[in-house]
Nanobody, 123 residues
Framework: QVQLVESGGGLVQAGGSLRLSCAAS????????MGWFRQAPGKEREFVAF????????FYTDSVKGRFTISRDTAKNTVYLQMNSLIPEDTAVFYC????????????????WGQGTQVTVSS
C-alpha cells in the first residue's frame, strides 16, 4: 500500500503561483512513477503532469507546458508541482497518483491516489 497526501492548494489571483506537494508513505515509493491530475466541476479527471520513478522523464499536457514543472525528492518521498502564470481555467481539485503502468496519461495507469487539494484561480 502507498498513501499519498497532497497539500499546497489555495486561492490565488490570475498570474500567480502555487506549489503543490504530494507526500508519499508506505511501500517503496521510489519505484513508482508519479502523476498529477486535476478535475474541474462537471468535468472528467484529466492528466496534468508525469514524472518517472527515476525522475529522468517528465511529460505535461499541452495546456500547462512552460507554466508547470513537476519534480520529485526521493529522499523526502515527495513529488512537487510548481505552477506559475496560473489562469482561471486551472481551477480544479488536483490529485497526485502513483503507479507502474506506461499509460501515464490515463487514470487507469495509476494504482494509488491522494485525496486531492483545491486550487482556485480568480480573474
Amino acid at each position: 500500500q502507498v498513501q499519498l497526501v497532497e497539500s499546497g492548494g489555495g486561492l490565488v489571483q490570475a498570474g500567480g503561483s502555487l506549489r503543490l506537494s504530494c507526500a508519499a508513505s508506505g511501500r517503496t515509493v521510489s519505484v513508482y512513477n508519479m502523476g498529477w491530475f486535476r478535475q474541474a466541476p462537471g468535468k472528467e479527471r484529466e492528466f496534468v503532469a508525469f514524472i518517472s520513478w527515476s525522475g529522468g522523464s517528465t511529460f505535461y499536457t499541452d495546456s500547462v507546458k512552460g507554466r508547470f514543472t513537476i519534480s520529485r525528492d526521493t529522499a523526502k518521498n515527495t513529488v512537487y508541482l510548481q505552477m506559475n502564470s496560473l489562469i482561471p481555467e486551472d481551477t480544479a481539485v488536483f490529485y497526485c497518483a502513483a503507479g507502474t503502468s506506461p499509460h501515464y496519461r490515463y487514470t487507469r495507469g495509476y494504482d494509488y491516489w491522494g485525496q486531492g487539494t483545491q486550487v482556485t484561480v480568480s480573474s
